[in-house]
């Protein structure tokens, strides 16, 4: 069973048109979720870590949300260069981290 | 964050051969991780390598296929061996930083034919 899923696969936007993705997760006990963004033929880059529901991290136009279910990754007035595809993790117990699948985003000028 | 640098940065190798991938962190680091991400899939945990001690390998992956070296801390090696093309994806080396986050490498694209 998928611990991390994250929805939609892939999302096309226009530039200046803000957009959510959504990262729902099944662990039990959740001790940080971690949004990564990874441009093609790169290694994933970390954006956030989020520890509680309720908190909130922002960089530039991007801010990640967290509840007892699921995480928020809003992207605000999108930018060419916010292409990419971000992903979703979980730690739970130890140091291993589950990844989601990824949301592949493209934003046309 | 830690510089993590990898090489090769990609390679082509022909099926039934090995290839070493090599991991080189700027700062001494504890634990060193290696990921495995097919084409089109998530990122998957290969295993946990400690200066000192044998890698500690995930459900699914073996020393045998997937030998690593951990000869000091700021530096590991991982093998595929024996490829198939089954083995094509990219791998990446990583490590943990202060929060729980993992710090990555620019991962080594791996095809075999």
């Known amino acids: 069973e998928d611990q991390v899923t994250q929805s939609p696969e892939a999302l096309r936007l226009q530039e200046g048109e803000s957009s959510s993705l959504n990262c729902s997760y099944t662990v039990s006990g959740l001790r940080g979720l971690f949004w990564y963004r990874q441009d093609p033929g790169k290694g994933p880059e970390f954006l956030f870590t989020l520890y509680s529901a309720g908190e909130e991290k922002e960089k530039e136009r991007l801010k990640a949300t967290l509840t007892k279910k699921e995480s928020f990754l809003h992207i605000t007035a999108p930018k060419p260069e916010d292409s990419a595809t971000y992903l979703c993790?979980?730690?739970?117990?130890?140091?291993?981290?589950?990844f989601g699948a990824g949301t592949t985003v493209t934003v046309r000028a | 964050s830690a510089v993590i640098s990898q090489k090769p940065s990609r390679d082509i190798c022909q099926r039934g051969t090995s290839l070493t991938i090599q991991c080189q962190v700027d700062?001494?680091?504890?634990?060193m991780f290696w990921y495995r991400q097919q084409p089109g899939q998530s990122l998957t945990l290969i295993a946990t390598?400690?200066?000192?001690?044998?890698?500690?390998?995930e459900s699914g992956f073996v020393i045998d296929k997937f030998p690593i070296s951990r000869p000091n801390l700021t530096f590991s090696t991982l093998t595929v061996s024996n490829m198939s093309p089954e083995d094509s994806s990219i791998y990446l080396c990583s490590v943990d930083g202060e929060g729980g986050e993992l710090f990555f490498g620019e991962g080594s694209r791996l095809t075999v034919l």
């Open positions: 390598a400690n200066q000192g001690s044998e890698a500690t390998y």
């Open positions: 993790a979980v730690q739970e117990g130890d140091y291993k981290l589950s």
């Open positions: 700062s001494q680091v504890t634990m």
